[in-house]
């Protein structure tokens, strides 16, 4: 019961007139002075406790290993800053090459769509190889003209050869055209 | 630059002028203030000295947001109340989990604590300041080692003055007790 008195009057929490009658009690009464005393040897003890000397060299050096974080914590800021910002360039320029290049999103492949684009890409490897068939025959019989019929099966190629060797030579190659269709008419128009 | 200017200007100098010599002298004038609270609050050297830094790193973060309503000392004493309380939860967390080393603490106090009479005092300091529930043991450290008033304490808090006074009131009371068998 005292301690909570003594606590109060120590740590100043009594009102004016609280106080006046705690002071007034410690000059009448010994064992409540005593007692008070006990407390403060108590606090007193406590705070030599807490009174500890240490090394000197820490608070000098503190300071310095403080600063020395800082500048390393700024260093490692600017190395993500940087790693963030050619990050964010690379996705962007990504993103403008795919629209400079006007390739379709579709056009990537992902697990859902990477049947769908061997198919276009076997199809597109098809007709590469059908144009070099045919400029094949352009370099050897100036090819006038070349239609597709209503049936995107049949082709017709026309040709205009000068010398029979050109329309042998043309021949052979229409021959690995025809492999690629399953209708070709070849007409020689002549000259 | 002149060595006597108010803490004020000294942070008006940091934010304006990026200055880091100003930096510097407010590192000088409460890292000691800073470093005993958080040895009373952690129990060890290690702990105190990791959480000293990280309350000035904190700083040099964040003091551009410094409104200089309220006292530099309570905003720091603040930063570094958050910090210790968050230190201690991250260790409770590592002491469940078995990855905190028990003997590192003593080592630590032995390179910075040299006599062994100041030894004993900062083991006896602890195994009584220890034994405290944290949120009393800061409020009776704030009170009772830092001398802060419990207007300052209840900003640094946030916490009313009747509980602090309450909690501080339940810390001596515990203390008193455990002081008796030391």
């Known amino acids: ?191 | 630059m002149d060595y006597n200017l108010s803490e004020t200007e000294l942070v008006k100098l940091f934010i304006e002028k990026k200055d880091e010599r100003a930096f510097t002298l407010i590192i000088k004038q409460y890292q000691e203030s800073i470093y005993w609270h958080c040895l009373r609050m952690l129990g060890n050297h290690a702990d105190a000295d990791e959480v000293t830094q990280q309350v000035f790193i904190t700083l040099y973060k964040k003091l551009h947001t410094f409104k200089f309503e309220a006292k530099l000392s309570t905003w720091i004493f603040t930063i570094t109340s958050n910090l210790v309380l968050n230190y201690i939860k991250k260790r409770k967390i590592k002491a469940f989990f078995g990855f905190d080393d028990l003997e590192h603490d003593i080592s630590d106090n032995s390179d910075i604590v040299q006599d062994l009479d100041n030894k004993m005092k900062l083991e006896k300091l602890k195994s009584v300041l220890q034994k405290l529930p944290e949120k009393q043991r800061q409020v009776f450290i704030l009170r009772n080692f830092d001398d802060l008033s419990y207007e300052e304490i209840a900003q640094i808090t946030n916490t009313s003055v009747g509980a602090l006074k309450a909690s501080y009131h339940h810390a001596q009371k515990k203390i008193m007790e455990l002081m008796k068998n030391e």
């Open chain 1, 1 to 191: 019961m005292n301690n909570d008195l003594f606590i109060k009057y120590y740590d100043n929490q009594l009102n004016d007139q609280e106080k006046a009658e705690f002071e007034a009690k410690l000059k009448n009464d010994q064992d409540f002075k005593l007692a008070y005393d006990e407390f403060l040897v108590i606090q007193q003890k406590l705070k030599n406790f807490a009174n500890i000397y240490i090394n000197d060299n820490y608070f000098v050096t503190l300071p310095v290993r403080i600063n020395n974080r800082i500048s390393a914590n700024n260093k490692k800021l600017k190395i993500v800053k940087s790693a963030i910002a050619f990050s964010f360039t690379v996705v962007v320029v990504f993103f403008i090459s795919l629209y400079y290049f006007n390739v379709s999103p579709d056009k990537i492949i992902t697990p859902t769509n990477t049947n769908s684009f061997i198919a276009e890409s076997i199809s597109t490897s098809q007709q590469q190889e059908q144009q070099n068939i045919a400029s094949n025959i352009n370099t050897n019989t100036n090819i006038n003209s070349e239609k597709n019929t209503s049936t995107s099966k049949e082709k017709i190629v026309t040709y205009s050869a000068l010398e029979s060797d050109d329309v042998e030579l043309a021949e052979q190659d229409v021959d690995d055209f025809i492999n690629n269709y399953q209708s070709v008419k070849i007409i020689n128009i002549g000259k």
